[in-house]
Structure formats: structure tokens, C-alpha cells
């Protein structure tokens, strides 16, 4: 099961064993058009393991032969006007940032070039993108002035000068050797002592603290806390300016700039203390997955009707873990391209909210709090008449609707 055996970071070969989950789908957000393909998706092994010489959590049983990221792979999060909110304060501290640098802007793993679009609404001129599952098809910037995008993965020799910025959001999770990616992003900003680098990845801090196995997903297979992030960073060459907490804590924003050679082993304090919210994370996690497995089937048994709110790689996870597939009505997702697709893995079915409507739901969980009050207008506004039981922290139930 274990392929890797040495930290992606460090090197250091001492791995500590913590969850360990098989046969999970290998990809999380790939569509699938019925419930035949999603249900035999390609699949992999999960065995997340702690470096006791950095504290570094990855999966070590992770196969990248698996992934496949082509024009089928749909992971945008523009049509939630919450996450959109947040996007357009990142873009706005990063425009105005950048505002008298030159250069083109560099965003490596760009999506369907939808943070590109914003940088171009606050004024930046000039920018790049790299993404294999860019699809210009589906893609706002196809053909606009300034907005070049490569549909392959992160080439610095593709991009002419020097550039003003590097951006690299919620992509170093998906790489699997993450500091060999920095290492390439610190080259082309060496091109220009004014070039800042922005990095944003999940905060596994804040799933550690909460338990959240819904958060530990095939295409992760890194875990960056704070302190991890910043020792990837030196290891690359980079040296970290800021490393804060965003999105109620989910995500981590890092601002860098290139350094001259690399930092030094992480404190042993900071690495005892990372390797003990591990071992803590894995322990709750079991206990939570548990306790969702009961009460989903106390739920079913009384009768209730359950759906999930949520379509992405939280609700694949949720259903991975707790093997609730046969206990779920559907999924719902405000993403149009998801509508009438399928969970991978499970087969559970995909809807719109105009669909969900329909459904009789008694129950929805929320795989994502921070979405709370557009999902509870969502729901008001359509009729929904369901009790609401968000994930994460303290548990939430509240109906809407009636």
C-alpha cells in the first residue's frame, strides 16, 4: 500500500502511520453522465502518514498515474456568491500589490481562468495561466486581450519576461512533489527582484483541529499547516513574508519572495507539535466518522429523507468514509454543469436546487458551513422545507423553508 517512502519536503524517511482508507475515488470532481461510469471511477488507497523529522502529513500511497486532469475535470466554486466575495478580496490585494511591478501575472494551476478574470477587472494587464483541464470552451477569458492560458501543466519557459507575480492557489496540494513545483516557481520569479509569490492551499490545521475526515480526498495528497508551508517554501528557496488563515480559517494565503538559498530544518518544538495534532486528528476523525455512520442510520430508520448540499470533493470524502451511498436521496450542487451527473464512487445522484425542490427531503447535510446563509436563502427561496445539519465545529440544525 505505502509507495512512498520518504517526506516530499525533507526527504527524511521516519513516517508515522495515521488514517488509512481503500479503495477511495481517485478523482473527486471529474463528471460523470451516469451512474455506470461514476460507479467504477478509477480508484486509490489512502494512507495519510506524519515525517518525524519536519511534521509534514501526506499520503504516502498515493499513485499520480490515477490523475488525469483533462477538460472533463470541473472544480470551479464561481457560482457561490460567497466564495466569489472571497476570490475578488484576494484578487484586490493581489492587483493592488502588484499594481507598479510590470510583468505579466503568473497563475500556475488557473482553473477556467476565472481568477485571471478578476486580476483583469482590477487592471492588470498582462496575464498568464497554466492548467491541464483548461477547456476554452467553458472558459470566460478564451481569446481575451492580455490573458494567455496553456492547457498543461506549469512551464516557466513558456512565459516571456519577467514576471510581476506568481500565483499558486489550490494547486501545491495536488502535486506530489511539491517542493520540486516551488523550485520551478522560484526560478521564473528569480527573473525579477520585485516578483512576489502568492500561495493558497487548503489549511490542514483547521481539519486536524475539527476532525474533518470530509476533507481528506484522493487529489490531496498533501496537508499543509502553517508551519509545513512555510518549511516547503524555504526548502524551494522561498522566502515566506506573510502565512495567515482565511475563509474562517479553511485556507492558508502565503506571500513569498525569492531568497537565496535554503532554510534551515524545521524547530524540534514545531515538529512535536504538529506530529501530536495528527495523531489527535486521526483519533476524532475515526469517532466522527463513526458518529455519522449511526446517525445517518437512526435517521433512516425514523424515516427521514437525506441529501447532501454539496457536490464536490467533501461530499465524495463524506460518502468514501462513512459509506452512506444506500441512505442518500442525491446531492445537490448550484453548479449547472453538475446537474443530472453522478457522485464518483457511489453513484449518488446530482441535482439542482430547482430539482432538489421536488425530492421530499427531510434532511440536508451541509458539508460546508461557511455556506450557511446562501444555502438557507437558497432553500427559503425555492420552498424547501428541510432541517439543515452543517459539518464541522459544533453541530447546527435549523430548518428553513416552513
Known amino acids: 500500500m505505502i509507495r512512498h517512502e520518504a517526506c516530499p519536503i525533507c526527504d527524511g524517511d521516519s513516517l508515522r502511520l495515521g488514517m488509512v482508507c481503500r479503495g477511495v475515488p481517485a478523482h473527486s470532481v471529474v463528471l460523470h453522465h451516469s451512474r455506470e461510469s461514476a460507479v467504477v471511477a478509477p480508484r486509490g488507497d489512502i494512507a495519510l502518514v506524519a515525517c518525524e523529522a519536519c511534521g509534514f502529513v501526506f499520503n504516502a500511497a498515493y499513485d499520480p498515474s490515477l490523475h488525469h486532469y483533462s477538460d472533463g475535470y470541473e472544480s ?17 490585494e493581489i492587483a493592488d500589490q502588484t499594481g507598479d511591478v510590470g510583468g505579466p501575472l503568473v497563475e500556475v494551476g488557473c482553473g477556467q481562468g476565472e481568477f485571471l478574470a478578476l486580476l483583469k477587472e482590477r487592471g492588470c494587464d498582462l496575464l ?6 483548461y477547456d476554452a470552451a467553458r472558459s470566460t477569458v478564451a481569446g481575451r486581450p492580455g490573458i494567455e492560458v496553456f492547457a498543461r501543466t506549469f512551464d516557466g519557459d513558456l512565459v516571456a519576461g519577467a514576471p510581476g507575480a506568481v500565483i499558486c492557489k489550490m ?21 525579477s527582484r520585485q516578483c512576489g509569490i502568492f500561495v493558497q ?3 490542514a490545521g483547521a481539519i486536524f483541529s475539527l476532525g474533518g475526515f470530509w476533507d481528506i480526498y484522493y487529489e490531496h495528497c498533501n496537508y499543509f499547516t502553517a508551519n509545513t508551508l512555510g518549511h ?24 513569498a519572495r ?5 532554510g534551515n530544518v524545521a ?5 512535536q507539535s504538529e506530529l501530536t495534532r495528527f495523531e489527535r486528528f486521526c483519533g476524532a476523525a475515526a469517532r466522527q466518522c463513526e458518529e455519522w455512520r449511526d446517525k445517518i442510520r437512526g435517521w433512516t430508520t425514523a424515516g427521514e429523507q437525506i441529501m447532501l448540499w454539496g457536490a464536490g470533493s467533501k461530499a465524495v470524502a463524506f460518502v468514501s468514509f462513512t459509506h452512506a451511498e444506500g441512505h442518500l436521496l442525491a446531492a445537490i450542487d448550484i453548479n449547472p454543469r453538475k446537474s443530472n451527473t453522478f457522485l ?6 446530482v441535482l439542482s436546487p430547482n430539482q432538489a425542490k421536488t425530492c421530499e427531503g427531510t434532511i440536508i447535510i451541509l458539508l460546508n458551513p461557511v455556506y450557511r446563509a446562501e444555502v438557507e436563502r437558497e432553500c427559503s427561496r425555492l420552498g424547501i422545507d428541510a432541517s439543515i445539519v452543517a459539518l464541522g465545529g459544533s453541530e447546527c440544525i435549523y430548518a428553513v423553508g416552513s
Open 76 to 92: 470551479t466554486q464561481s457560482f457561490s456568491e460567497t466564495f466569489t466575495a472571497f476570490n475578488e478580496t484576494i484578487a484586490a
Open 128 to 133: 498568464v495561466g497554466f492548467d491541464p483541464a
Open 171 to 191: 494547486t501545491l496540494e495536488h502535486i506530489a512533489k511539491p517542493v520540486a513545483m516551488l523550485k520551478q516557481i522560484a526560478e521564473l520569479a528569480s527573473r
Open 201 to 203: 492551499v487548503p489549511n
Open 232 to 255: 516547503a517554501l524555504r526548502r524551494a528557496g522561498l522566502e515566506p513574508v506573510t502565512i495567515t488563515p482565511a475563509f474562517t480559517d479553511q485556507y492558508i494565503l502565503a506571500y
Open 258 to 262: 525569492h531568497a537565496a538559498g535554503c
Open 267 to 271: 524547530a524540534a518544538l514545531e515538529v
Open 344 to 349: 464518483p464512487g457511489s453513484g449518488v445522484p
